[in-house]
């Protein structure tokens, strides 16, 4: 005969369940981490993508009008969108790494004063000229920051000119 007393004790028991709650926490947070370095990364490259794709813009705004734009609105380059660029980008946030503490006079002397890294930042340079009607100037220097290693860049304040990307 059976015993009628023995129990049926299928089931997990509360040690399997907190050891099953751990493992799938664990794994959760390196989830989380891996995802938000991918977003990191992903807002560099659209930084670094934005400022490869507006030296060009300027490029061909230089070749049709034999200089660059000014600046009328600080730090945005008139007339480049959209003959020369559809829109004008705008850095992704929040700004990464050491970008939103950091200004870029403190990385080019010659550049804007007290403007933060974290925005995108064109600023025409040399004797500027007018040529029908347009004021041009020589030279430009358009301002940016990457919160990391990002390609052959390091993370920090850079700048796109004629001479490309630096």
Known sequence: MRNKNKQNNSGFTLIELLVVVAIIALLSS???IAFLSARQKARDAKRLGDMTQMNTALELYYSYNKGYPSSPTLGIPSGVS??????LPSSPLPADGTCATMTYDSFDSTGPAGISGSTYYYYPSGTSYVINGT???PDYSYYFCLGNQ???FPGGLHKVTPRGVR
């Open 150 to 152: 990002t390609g052959n």
């Open 82 to 87: 959209p003959t020369y660029a559809a829109s």
């Open 30 to 32: 390196i989830a989380l």
């Open 135 to 137: 004021t041009l100037y």
